[in-house]
């Protein structure tokens, strides 16, 4: 969603836009794994009646009302029809993919993804060949792909124990004597957070710059680029950067 909505918000600041760009992205996504996946359901369903049913999602009243809200419940909705098509697909990086973003838009969305795994995993083990259950599981398991299914619930329960200090308030700095407690990590940690993940609203611009540098130092010699005035402008950077942060932490 932030990688989504950021570069529109950079570009547009203040306006809905940015939201309303990334919900349609997101739908039209959705609407096409829909497709997909009640084209492999049902491999005798007509193409236009896949169509329809998928463009529901987009279609229905609720639906027409949120292309400019950040609706969590509206999500998860999405969210699972790209686990069921990931799954279909037998994708296990996407299946956990999805089960990342379904664990920490609603807990419901957590409660679906790991019922639904168990569920499937269920089923595969006895539908694998093996004299005993023991056996079935053995021939049944896949390191990657278990480890995979079970990331996003581990990431989750991990966040829960420390939920605390990584809780970000937004106007952390109005509650606070001063603008940074060297002592208190909590502070630090929730100012860092603040400061550099969700109030970092130019990361498209800074992806660009990163890969125009990765670009470029494919195409000169690092050794050639830090003479003279390269040094010069790496040092003007560093010091540039450092300076940014003090400001930012002074700020916050």
Known sequence: LVLLIAPFEFLLPGKMIGVYVSNVIITVVTMCCSFWLLRQLSPGISPILAALSGAILMLCPYE????????????????????LCSYKAKQPILVSFCGYLLAFNKITGLVFYVFFLLSVGMYEVFSTQGKSFF??????????????????????????????????????????????????????????????????????????????????????????????????ILAATVVGCAATLVVLCIYR
């Open 135 to 232: 056996r079935k599981v053995l021939t049944w398991w896949d390191w990657k792909k278990v480890s995979l299914w079970v990331f996003p619930a581990v990431v989750y329960l991990c966040t829960t124990v420390v939920a605390d200090d990584l809780t970000v308030l937004c106007f952390y700095g109005s509650y606070t004597e001063a603008s940074i407690g060297i002592k208190n990590l909590r502070g630090l940690a929730n100012t860092g957070m603040q400061a550099f993940v969700y109030g970092f609203r130019w990361i498209f611009t800074l992806l660009t710059i990163f890969a125009a540098a990765l670009l470029l130092l494919r195409r000169r010699k690092l050794t050639n680029m830090l003479k003279a005035d390269g040094c010069a």
């Open 64 to 83: 027409l009302g949120l292309f400019t809200y950040l609706c969590m419940d509206n999500y998860t909705a999405l969210f699972l029809v790209w686990l």
